[in-house]
């Protein structure tokens, strides 16, 4: 449904915007019947008309335009009366960055195999890019293949059982078996989760082989256009690195290479890896020897902030317990090889409305007479785009006491181009979040629908995902796939977004984006966190919910 737009021709967007956080004629008040406030459309779209501006470019971390997207928020806070929750008074978490490029003049890999030794081309045979947090690596090594490289005894799942790994460079198959459930297998498939359990075997370097399917998905040689990539990290302060093991030199190879390897082990690479594809090969000494040798041309450390405000409780203990209502504030900049004139990738839907949503019950609990009873802390993060980084540097360095952050609900993405009658909650199957969800749903008439497209692990795949890996019970919610209320195909919709619209310039103020359902979301979200907020017990994790037993310990 096309909403009218209601902003008068010949006023700038900056106008609109501090007359509409400067007036409060767009906030309505809680009836009096109900004890559920109201929210306003047409403050939201106030928001997401300022925030996907052309004048912010795009919102990239660490830009120019990101910078007034985080005051403009900072702004509405103080305006609210949030308290700051940043560093040093202000509303401000500065998230040190760095970029890291590979130096490619100087990148060298080789396999030896029988005294003779053959040197690998750079892009053809392997890839390597920069990294952040392991800039240089130079390791020699005999070679081990460890089937995915998965150590998950909860699942009954050891790739590297017998296998000495001890100064050994580890050859693995990308991704894990499809005999794990999908989000399981996203987080076990992980090169981070493998890497750091076969740092901790005391492995010197790392190498990946596309498994079949993945090789069928993306294949390997397309890695090559990806050589003059900048990769983005937040900067690890020196004292939470220190004794840490770091595998450094890791490289991926093509399925050519990996046929070298297993042919000068007496192996099948097809046999193998079709075993792979319905079952985990068992590892072996390879009888070959690798050498790999990266370093990274790093950047200048730079910052671009997570803005964070605080609603406080009302209850004298429970006001130290924090429930946290994220959405990103930064996208992906502007294209820099657009297919047409306009290469500003806005994000209005992406991640626009999300925030103005988080905004907008920001404002529920500011006009309230009643504060809940544990505090409410509201993180527009940054880096969301870039790898989850602004949500993963704030959950491992909060600016309140870790434990007392009890639950996080994200915000991202809503895709308010209909008006939806079921919500879906990614992660309230795994806590007690999923009934105070489904009983805030049926409170305003709307049902929980079930994940319709599983094989994409969302769990895993959004801002919310970095207070799970801190053990914090989370949820994310997004318009769901049923019949909208005037009879659409609310997936066919959210898929066209997808297929049409995601990451690109399209996603703008053109689009037809009914802020009506914005408000209604807006509700759905407030719903959930002012029932965690009044609860006398924090959230827990469901009994043997697989990330609540390998985070939250």
Known sequence: ??????????????????????????????????????????????????????????????????????????????????????????????????????????????LTIGGDEKALT?????????????PAGDQTGDIVFAGYGIYAPEL????????????????????????????????????????????????????????????????????????????????????ESEGAPVIAASASISHDVAKTIFTAAGKSFEEVMNEAEV????????????????????????????????????????????VVLSAHLDHIGESLHPKGDDKVNNGAIDNATGVAVMMDVARAYARADVKPRRSILFAAVVAEEKGLLGAEYFAHFPTVEKSSLVANVNLDMPILLYDFSDVVAFGADRSSLGPVTDKALAEIGLSLSPDPMPEEGIFTRSDHYRFVQQGIPSVFLVTGWGKTTLGEDGGAIFREFLGKTYHSPHDDLTQAINYEAGAKFAKVNWLIVNAVANADERPTWNDGDFFGQTFSK
């Not at 750079?122 to 392991?134: Q, T």
């Not at 399981?184 to 740092?199: F, P, V, W």
């Not at 005391?202 to 900048?230: M, Q």
């Not at 070959?288 to 004298?316: C, M």
């Open 122 to 134: 750079l892009g053809d045979d392997y890839y390597v890019g920069g990294d952040v947090r392991a």
């Open 279 to 322: 079952g985990a090969p068992e590892g072996f000494d390879t009888a070959v020897k690798a050498h790999i040798k990266l370093e990274s041309v790093l950047s200048e450390v730079f910052y671009s902030p997570n803005v964070l405000g605080v609603i406080e409780g009302s209850d004298p203990t429970l006001k130290d317990e924090y």
């Open 1 to 110: 449904m096309k909403i009218k737009m209601k902003l008068r021709k010949g006023l700038s967007v900056l106008t609109l915007a501090a007359l509409a956080a400067c007036t409060g004629a767009q906030v309505e008040k809680a009836t009096s019947d109900s004890t559920i406030p109201s929210f306003s459309a047409d403050r939201i779209e106030a928001d997401v008309t300022f925030l996907a501006d052309d004048l912010l470019r795009g919102r990239d971390t660490g830009s120019e335009g990101y910078r007034i997207a985080a005051n403009y928020v900072a702004a509405e806070y103080a305006r609210l009366g949030l308290k700051p929750a940043g560093t040093d008074g202000s509303y401000f978490q500065e998230v040190p960055f760095q970029k890291a490029k590979l130096n490619q003049e100087t990148a060298t890999m080789s």
């Open 156 to 239: 009954g799942h050891d790739d590297l059982e017998g296998l000495d790994l001890d100064g050994k460079i580890v050859l693995v198959i990308s991704g894990a078996p499809t005999t794990f459930q999908t989000e399981i297998r996203a987080h076990h498939g992980s090169s981070t989760t493998k890497k750091a359990e076969l740092a901790k075997r005391g492995a010197v370097g790392y190498i990946t082989v596309n498994s079949l399917s993945n090789e069928k998905r993306r294949p390997f040689s397309r890695l090559k256009k990806y050589l003059d990539y900048e990769t983005f990290d937040w900067v690890m302060p020196a004292t």
